[in-house]
């Protein structure tokens, strides 16, 4: 074999957030008060806080109007307010028709035809020269910034008789129904979508010009993990977000007027269970189901209800000596109001008629039950729970809901399913995706089987993505569009901790070699250049996953476990 | 609850088949009113002292360049050009009202003359394996899913390598710690030649269990020389053995699954050449 | 095979369907090694890994997909420890169906072009361009020349031979060297019909397809075919069959004025006429083979001629009948015509006319005759030598001079010999002609001579001749008694073309319907012949036609009832005899070969 392409291998901040940053600039942030506070020498040598300022922040402007977080969107990063006129609205939020979504650009038809007929035989070509491009690396591609002042019907907004051409300088006030706070400079907003990897929570816009520092959710992750102040107001912000979203969301909730509101969110609890890194013994395991922490009994007397704020729940019941799983529940569901509501009209305790533990880790929110019985269920009629029909349901029927459970497949919201009584074997599915992406399939058609769904080894776009808790340098992140868990190869360092967090093994390190077929190895220590790589479910094309699209026989679905099972327990499957 | 509920993209129903009914249910009534269309033409073409052949004749090259294109749009995956269920319902669809078409076309079942009747052969030879390739494609996946666990068909090679090297292992180890070679021997009258590679392919096609007599019995003759030791390695390597004869399954069926594009794919691409040769030929000599 | 257990992502790398090798050790149940083919399909190595140098120590590098570091490390020069043969890299399965189908379509190629039957002197064999063996009829004559003698475009250079296909090159050009037909080649029956304006061009090939086989009757064509255009198409004769005509195939009348009724029942039966010749009238009671020539039956089985059937009863009448030229005190209406004088003239008139017409004969005989015959062209010469045929100038002088003085000629014989005479009879004087027998050329000619008079010229001419020739046709009096049997016939042909008039022509005569007797008459049951389909009408008023002044074709009533299809149908159905539309009709209007000899000159070309 010829020689290998020697390329120093990448590290952490090798492509810093923000090139344009300065030391100067650094110094100032750092110089701020809500850093000064830090105390540095908690930071490792080799992640000082100077490098985190200045390698995974950027300080952006923000023009009037323009939108810095879209209700509903994903992102990875949180923002501190340096100077200017930022708010945030207040739930309910704006009307999404009217503020839209975010949108990614998809490939061009000249590119996917070329992409189609190019064959290169070589896997894991890579461009190395594009490893070298700083610009190329940075983490956000072709941001487009929406604007407030840009949307389509801005009566909807401001009013009628606002002419929005006037403005200069500052935005318009929003109509009374939309409510909206001022973010200080120093508030931090953001933090609850990048650090838990779901949605923005609130939409955020620039009154006037302003400048924000945005943080990659690693920088706040280090900092927070190293200084107790960041952490407090983390966990603070991340509770009262909870409370507002979903206690003022709760249908349950809905009609409270907000005096009751207030006293329910002063006394109510929060909750964890299970831990985080629960995928680490989940692996380590030998096949058997690891231990799930007891969160509720069976039996035990409730002393409030139960909202389920992250993370998921079994819901089980005793069976013999045994314990059958009659459903599961995941972020928005309550537990236990059946019994408390029982309680409260009869006058009498009702005991828990199932049992809930925690799969991997499980956030709740305890709503005591004086506080219930004092303001909720005296106006409210809750609807009775589907609990019963699913213990009538015969036993055999809930093999698969048991099995994904067990599998914590319920994280799935694009798992791939194989009918293996249509899949004639073609491989036409890899074919596609190795199409798609340069000849380099994405995926391997084996996986986990029950009857005859095969759960196939690809990226499942997870309700809590735990791949992207340890990355460095933020190459896994959302996709803006949708939401799809993607990995930008260009900042990849090839460390390796999403794949080994991944519990269903759907992210595969591979060693990249050049345009001419030689490896590519670290000049040190001559290991091969590792890069990351999985399923990004065809976010950059128009029409969706390859793979679907090229199943002949209609046995290849990406599906959300939820629906699966939902639709399985209406057709008595 | 827009927000709580994480949804990603679109998530649709999994159990479509609803559905599906109804495309392949359009895709026939578009498909027979298409073939009347031209059935009708080509009568109309006749009755006007025209050849209705022509018309015929066009229409099945139309639609054998569409089932064609099935092929091509494998490439152009990316491209929203529809999906290949969809694709292979179409497919399905032309390729089944392509004989009666055929038929109206030449006229009767065989034609004389050598090309036209390399052309029709062709032609019988695409359409029998289709319909051939059709059914395997409907009854081998239920059986393949019916054996234990799942393979893919390139892997199989060093599954096999596996075993083998395991049961080598065994073998010698059981050799080795009973101080006598009769496992040895036997394996190697025996049990070797199951191991080089799958076995039994015809009956494994068949779906008879003829492998799983084969080792039982073998086993069950070596057992009255063995020890106790020697029984406990024959017993693991019993249950390679039928690891592996599942293997053999695997290995037979998906063979027969890649194997019959074989026929259908070469004597497409045969059947395309000489249809556009009988084009030329038919208009030099006779239009 | 996954068993449940979890392999861990380092365990297994993506499968490649995509990639056209595979390591050559699968194909020997061996594990693939993990580098793979190169892109030439190269064997991708026989080392597992290359060692690195750390320190004074060599480290392996054998990736964790392919077992990680190997518990052996290094040799001490530094190589690999774990060494295999190098692999033949195996074609996936992908590209082996590629190359499958190359060799299928190069084996396909080249059967065609050494196949069998190479008897085309072109570029490209025959084979591949054999589309069926010839009808035999066609297959002789043609196997020299090969496929150039129908198709033009073959045995040109390869250019000219592709390009062929832009052109029109229809075989049918070839068919007519050889076929022609009555009427437009390329057209439906070789005709135009007057309904479809817009009928469109037929090429022979339409129907008569070549290359079926050598059995194949190329004439023979499907029902299907004529269904093309006849629009009621059907397959059962008997019941699909549109009725036949209501009058067929007596719907034209014939030119001899026969009454088969009158003749069959009464004539022949009757002793008062059939003594005339009582044995043919016996025979001919019956058997309508006494006067039908049988033996030479086609499509119309002919009477046999005038002399052998009708002259035994006919004869004498024709005789007997006179055909009176002048008398001296009458305008007689061979007298009217020549001089230009209706019948209803004035007697003074007429009578000088007269004295002066027997003063100018008394002169010059046959001349004042031949001069009042009109025109002084040679086709008057002629008609006027025809009309006097035979009479004697002496005799015509005599007759002029003998009137012109008031005499009496001398007395005549009423069994006068045939041919001109001028004498008293019981009947007055006359010059008169006496018909030598049936087709008397004398009478002929005054027969046409006054209906050509019929027509043009004054209306007064063209009264007078009517008139005369309404007499002599009478049946009674007409001379040579003529008009008993040929008067519709000369009344109704046109004045160009009474030569035909006078002769038998058949009365069917359809181009499209054809029938032959021959083959009919076996099967008939001697008892009822003929009548098995021809029966009489006794009903029809079948002189009503001849007997007209005017007659009009579409007023005819044959003697014998129409033909229908039942009668053809009791044999010509399903399971009986052949129904199909060939049988009995016939597309081309007319056929013949057009081969004759032909000679070749010097070179081999044929003559034309």
Known sequence: MSDAQLMQRPRRWDAPFDPQMSESDVDALLARPEFTAINLARFPSAAPLRGIVRNDCRITTYAAGEIIVREGDYGNSAFLVLDGAVRVVLPPGLPQNVLGRATEKKRGLMDMLSDALARQPIAEMRDTALYRDAVARTNSRGEQRASLLNVPNPAALFGAGVDLSAVSGRVPPLLPAFKTAVLAPGSLFGEIAALGRVQRTATVYAEAECRVLEMRWQALRDIKNRDDLWRQRIEQGYRDNQLRTHLLEHPLLAGLDPKALQTVAARTLFETYGSFEWYVEYKSGSGEPPAEPAVAAEGDYPDGLLLVTGGFGRVSTGLGHGARTLTYLRNGDHFGLDELYEAWKGGEDCPYETSLSALGYLHVLRIPFSVLAELVFPRITPPPSRLSDAAARPIAQDAFLEWAVDKRYINGTQAMLIDLERCVRCDDCVRACSDTHGGNPRFIRQGEAMGKWLVANACMHCVDPVCMIGCPTGAIHRSREGGAVVINDLTCIGCGTCANACPYDNIRLVPIRERDGRQVLDPASREPILKATKCDLCSTLPAGPSCERACAHGALRRVDIQSLITQAEELGR | ?287 | MSTGRRPGHDAAAYERPAQPYLCGRTSLWRKACWQGPGALGECGGAFECIPVRSGDRWECRRPKQAGGRCSAGPLPDGSCSHRHAPCAPVTGLRRLRARVSLVALLALVVVLIIGPDPTARTAVNSAALDAGRLSSVHAGFTREQGCAACHASHGKDAWGWFSAAFRSNDPSTGCVQCHGFAGETMRAHNAVPAKRGDAAEVSCVRCHTEHQGAEVKLARVRDQVCANCHEKSFSDFPAGHPQFAARYPYAKPGAINFDHAKHVNQYFADAKYARRSPKFAAAARTQCTACHEVESATREVRPKPYAEVCAGCHEAQIQKARLVLLEPERLTPAASVLLGMPKDADEADAGKRLAKLWDAMSRSGTEALGELVGGRDADARKRAAGLFDGLAVATAQSAGATWSSRKTLRPVDEDAPAGWNAGETSDGQALFYRPRGHADPVVRAWLEYLRTGTKGGDELRTQIAADALDQFLDKDTGPGACGTCHAAALRGAAPDKLESAWKYAASETRPFIRYSHAPHLELLDPAAGCRSCHELNASARYAKYHAASNPKPAAYESNFASMKKQTCAACHREGYVDSACQVCHSYHAGHELKLGFRQKDSKGAPNK
């Open chain 2, 1 to 287: 609850m827009t927000i709580l509920r994480a949804s990603v993209l679109r998530n649709r129903l999994v159990l479509r088949i609803g559905r599906e009914w109804a495309q392949l249910a359009l895709f026939w009534a578009i498909g027979i009113a298409g073939w009347l269309l031209v059935a009708l033409a080509a009568w109309r073409a006749e009755r006007s002292l025209r050849e209705g052949a022509l018309v015929t004749g066009y229409a099945l090259l139309a639609m054998m360049l569409a089932l064609a294109m099935v092929n091509l749009k494998k490439r152009l995956v990316a491209l929203p050009l529809g999906t290949a269920r969809a694709w292979m319902m179409a497919h399905l669809v032309i390729g089944t009202l392509g004989f009666p078409l055929y038929l109206q076309h030449a006229g009767g079942l065989w034609p004389g003359g050598h090309y036209e009747r390399a052309l029709a052969l062709c032609f019988y030879t695409v359409m029998l394996s289709g319909i051939a390739g059709y059914v395997l494609q409907r009854l081998l996946p239920r059986r393949l899913t019916h054996l234990e666990g799942e393979v893919i068909y390139e892997r199989i090679p060093s599954e096999v390598f596996t075993l083998r090297e395991r049961v080598e292992a065994l073998v010698l180890k059981g050799v080795q710690d009973a101080g006598a070679d009769t496992l040895g021997r036997y394996y190697l009258e025996s049990l070797h030649w199951f191991f080089r590679r799958p076995r039994f392919f015809l009956s494994h096609l068949f779906g008879s269990a003829r492998g799983a007599r084969w080792i039982r019995g073998h086993v069950g003759a070596l057992r009255r020389y063995l020890n106790e030791t020697e029984r406990a390695a024959l017993d693991q390597i019993e249950s390679l053995a039928l690891r592996k004869n599942q293997l053999d399954a695997h290995y037979a069926l998906q063979s027969v699954l890649k194997l019959w594009l074989f026929v259908h794919i070469p004597s497409a691409v045969l059947l395309i050449v000489l249809a556009f040769w009988h084009l030329l030929v038919v208009n030099i000599y006779s239009r």
